[in-house]
């Protein structure tokens, strides 16, 4: 599936930053939860929405916040897409 230019640019610039022992598992299982996201809004590519909700969606509790000051620090702003969820909604 196609990206747009600047949501990949931002993604690799964060993976790039990821310690590389968890590089390599984290580029990929984001990109294909990234590409499912896109494909159930029936898009033409992946969009900064679809990254935000892949991390929020499959990074384990340990590396959250690390991944939200990543994401802030690579310019994604998640917030706007209603992240972080309340738990107990």
Known sequence: ?????DTEKKF???VSKIPVFH???TESVVTRVAEENAGKRNASCVEEQDVVG????D???PFYSMMVRLLEQNGFDYRKYGFP???NS
């Not at 599936?1 to 230019?5: A, K, R």
């Open 59 to 61: 990074v384990p509790s």
């Open 54 to 57: 892949a991390f929020f969606s």
């Open 85 to 87: 969820k309340e738990k």
């Open 12 to 14: 690799k610039a964060l």
């Open 23 to 25: 590089r390599r598992i």
């Open 1 to 5: 599936m196609n990206w747009d230019l």
